[in-house]
């Protein structure tokens, strides 16, 4: 079964407020991912994060991982209906195996007018 | 870069039959993936190869699953004797080992297998 867990499952906000999603792993990560996977779509890379504590931003997403390198999270400001999705976080648990990625459980975001 | 193709997109099949499914990836990467995602869940690992090799295969997968590469460039998954649990989006993914960002996994489309 899957090992990294994300919070909430769903969310669903009106437009223009903000949104986050929190990823916690059972062991330390040498790195972090997310990805975006859209409605009947693929999942998409949006980033990767190496560093303890290291915070990455993208126009309005902010990614941040943990200092103890077993959580992370992404913060959208002011979201859009083209920010609709489910968010995932991935990571190689194994260590020495950086390409076998565990994905997350996901949290899948609404977003109406 | 035409991005990754899979074929079929969607399979039906009876169980007890084998399937096969196509993976096609970006133009010279030589790193490629196999997921499986079910309704509601992430990505699930099943195997990697980089160039012709098989690097790493999910204990998860049972002796029914097989995965090849024989020249390193496209890849095929066959699965031997359906089960209606082997239900579920097969994703492929690939990555280069020789751009800035050797970890970026860039997905396919999917292939969409229902076992009745």
């Known amino acids: 079964g899957q090992q990294v867990m994300q919070i909430p499952q769903y969310q669903h906000v009106q437009e223009g407020e903000d949104f986050t999603t929190y990823c916690n792993s059972s062991?330390?990560?040498?790195?972090i991912q997310w990805y975006k996977q859209r409605p009947g779509g693929h999942p998409v890379f949006l980033i990767q994060l190496v560093k303890s504590g290291e915070v990455k931003k993208q126009k309005r997403l902010t990614f941040q991982f943990g200092e103890a390198k077993k959580n992370s999270s992404l913060h959208i400001t002011a979201t859009q209906t083209t920010d609709v999705g489910t968010y995932f976080c991935?990571?190689?648990?194994?260590?020495?195996?950086?390409?076998?990625?565990?994905f997350g459980t996901g949290t899948r975001l609404q977003v109406t007018l | 870069d035409t991005g990754v193709s899979q074929n079929p997109r969607h399979k039906i099949t009876k169980r007890g039959q084998n399937v096969t499914f196509r993976c096609d990836p970006i133009?010279?990467?030589?790193?490629l993936y196999w997921y499986r995602q079910t309704l509601g869940q992430g990505p699930e690992f099943l195997t990697y190869f980089q160039n012709e090799a098989q690097l790493e295969k999910s204990r998860l997968l049972s002796d029914r699953f097989s995965a090849e590469r024989p020249k390193g460039s496209f890849s095929t998954l066959e699965i031997q004797r359906t089960e209606q649990g082997d239900s579920a989006m097969y994703l492929c993914?690939?990555?280069?080992?020789?751009?800035?960002?050797?970890?970026?996994?860039?997905f396919g489309p999917g292939t969409r297998l229902t076992v009745t």
């Open positions: 062991t330390t990560l040498s790195n």
């Open positions: 133009s010279e990467h030589n790193r």
């Open positions: 993914a690939s990555s280069s080992a020789l751009t800035a960002r050797p970890y970026e996994q860039y």
């Open positions: 991935a990571g190689p648990l194994a260590p020495g195996t950086a390409s076998k990625l565990t």
